[in-house]
């Protein structure tokens, strides 16, 4: 149950927090294109934002299989630090290039604090959904 609850919080986390710092990102003018991106793509030709949102949803287990045994601080500052970097890392190293998407100095800040903003909202979720205390109560470490 706690892996769903993992998955859910990064689901949730990419719809509410990722893609509503992009929009803000948008309305400024940081970025060229639109937050909630509903084009479809390949291959099953879902829209683009769900695509992003499942794999939000996996990365949310990544991120409660390497963060949840840590409490209070350790937890939420974790999330923001394995949130910003893995993605990210991902993104840039591995999709990007795959998909013909320049790369630059501009798209790994943004994706550092995109996906540290997320990983934020995925401690968060979890915490609301009872997966984790918002306070270690075992020690404090």
Not at 36 to 54: E, H, K
Not at 66 to 76: A, D, H, V
Not at 85 to 94: D, H, K, R, S, Y
């Amino acid at each position: 149950m706690i892996w769903l609850k993992a998955f859910v919080s990064g689901l949730l986390a990419t719809l509410i927090f990722h893609q509503g710092l992009f929009a803000v990102f948008y309305f400024v003018g940081m970025v060229p294109s639109a937050p909630f991106n509903m084009a479809a793509v390949p291959p099953l030709g879902i829209p683009a934002v769900f695509s992003l949102a499942f794999f939000g949803g996996l990365w949310g287990i990544v991120l409660w299989a390497i963060l949840g045994r840590f409490g209070g601080f350790k937890f939420w500052l974790g999330n923001v630090i394995v949130g910003a970097i893995g993605p990210t890392a991902v993104a840039m190293l591995m999709v990007f290039p795959l998909k013909g998407i320049a790369v630059t100095a501009q798209t790994w800040v943004g994706g550092l604090i995109l996906n540290g903003f997320w990983g934020l909202g995925v401690a968060l979720f979890l915490v609301l959904m009872g997966a984790k205390a918002s306070r270690s109560t075992a020690s404090i470490s």
